[in-house]
């Protein structure tokens, strides 16, 4: 559920940091681009993958 979190228990931070801003990228991406439509569920989707 928490992008990132198995890397940071991996001790590697960065990386974790790294998928964080992927998820939160695509997920802004898919919000804006989604048309009107569709639910907010379905928006937020591309970032919780």
Not at 19 to 43: E, H
């Amino acid at each position: 559920m928490l992008p990132g979190v198995g890397q940071v228990l991996n001790r590697q931070p960065v990386r974790g940091l790294v998928f964080v801003c992927y998820a939160v990228l695509l997920g802004g991406f898919t919000l804006k681009t989604a048309g009107a439509d569709v639910y907010f569920v379905g928006k937020m989707a591309g970032g919780v993958q």
